[in-house]
């Protein structure tokens, strides 16, 4: 985390500020005294020092980002489900009573039949008996840090060159001679789901997976379930693959017209195997939408008061 926690401030295309300036503006501000405490020693932003003084601003970052004020763990579903281990010990499952009826109806499906713990969990669970008994990790991160494609449409309002490659961008040590890296087009590292929902207004909307094309959990979650355009949970709703010949369908636009558009990118989609076709009815996402709801810390990080 140190080391990602470098990159950004002299990056060109992110906040590219020097590390120079970069230490001279935390040696003034309060920060200065907490360098102090830290390293023991006075901030050093001279010629000679500022090298170093950048690379322990780093650290202290990481430090900061594994503490457990970033890492909270505070939402309903981590009280719920920790008030329910101290009443039923190793017996713990769901539903709990700390959720709501809907709420815990999402947690199954979402373990079950929608499968969604199949990439969004640590450990993820491909064909789970009970889906009551799965999810019951304390430390879960809702993600099992690999690579997929769901098939996001483009968002034809982000300028520039069109696609996002993913994966299929990044030259690999190819281990496999066979390998063909356009399978990898596409493919994003399954984000985390804790504060899916968190905003810092109920009135505001938030841009949803790497291109921002969904704007609701409501519509993305309709997505999962009806993406397969051939499939029977898209035929029973009506929904059909969008004219292809408009390229720059908003999400939006799809919905009113009851379609998806293609995919983005074509390497290996996860449509059509384990997400697109989930038989889920309306009641039923509504329920997944639920659960994610319940992922939220609930209390804020705020910024320390600097001097200047
Ligand atoms: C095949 C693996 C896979 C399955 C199954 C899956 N997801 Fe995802 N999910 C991903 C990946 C990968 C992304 C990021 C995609 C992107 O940005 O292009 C993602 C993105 C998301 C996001 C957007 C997060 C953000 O911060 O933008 C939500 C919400 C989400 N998934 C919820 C779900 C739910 C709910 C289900 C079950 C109905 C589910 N996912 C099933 C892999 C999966």
């Known amino acids: 985390m140190a080391d990602q926690a470098l990159q950004p401030f002299p990056n060109p295309v992110e906040q590219n500020i020097s590390e120079k300036a970069v230490c001279t503006h935390v040696s003034k501000s309060v920060y200065a005294v907490l360098y102090q405490l830290a390293w023991g020693e006075k ?5 000679a020092g500022f090298t170093l003084s950048f690379k322990r ?6 430090a900061w980002q594994a503490s457990d004020e970033v890492n909270q763990f505070s939402s309903k579903r981590d009280k719920a489900l920790a008030a329910e281990v101290k009443l039923e010990g190793p017996n713990v499952a769901f539903p709990l009573k700390g959720l709501t009826a809907q709420e815990n109806l999402g947690h199954e499906l979402f373990y079950g039949r929608a499968g969604c ?3 969004h969990s640590n450990d993820p669970v491909i064909a789970v008996d009970d889906p009551n008994k799965a999810g019951l990790d304390p430390d879960e991160l809702y993600t099992d840090a690999v690579f997929h494609n769901i098939g996001v449409p483009r968002n034809a309002k982000i300028p520039g060159p069109e696609g996002s490659a993913g994966l299929g961008a990044r030259p ?3 281990l496999d001679p066979d390998d063909d890296p356009t399978r990898r087009l596409g493919q994003h590292k399954t984000p985390t789901l804790r504060n899916v929902d968190k905003r810092p207004s109920t009135s505001f909307v938030k841009a949803y997976t790497h291109n921002g094309w969904f704007k609701s959990l409501e519509s993305l979650v ?18 059909t693959r969008c004219d292809t010949t408009k390229t720059d369908w ?12 293609e ?17 889920l009815t309306l009641a039923e996402e509504a329920a997944v939408v639920a659960y994610l709801k319940t992922l939220t810390d609930t209390k804020t990080v705020k910024p320390p008061l600097l001097l200047q």
């Open 43 to 47: 901030i050093d932003c001279t010629n």
């Open 57 to 62: 601003i780093a650290v202290a970052i990481a």
């Open 117 to 119: 713990a199949v990439c």
């Open 172 to 174: 690999l040590v190819i």
């Open 222 to 239: 309709h997505f999962y379930n009806t993406a397969d355009v051939g499939g029977a949970t898209a035929a029973a709703f009506g929904i």
């Open 250 to 261: 908003t999400e939006a636009e799809a919905l009113a017209a009851k379609c998806w558009p």
């Open 263 to 279: 995919p983005e990118e074509q390497g290996t989609l996860a449509i059509g195997f384990v997400m697109g076709d989930l038989g």
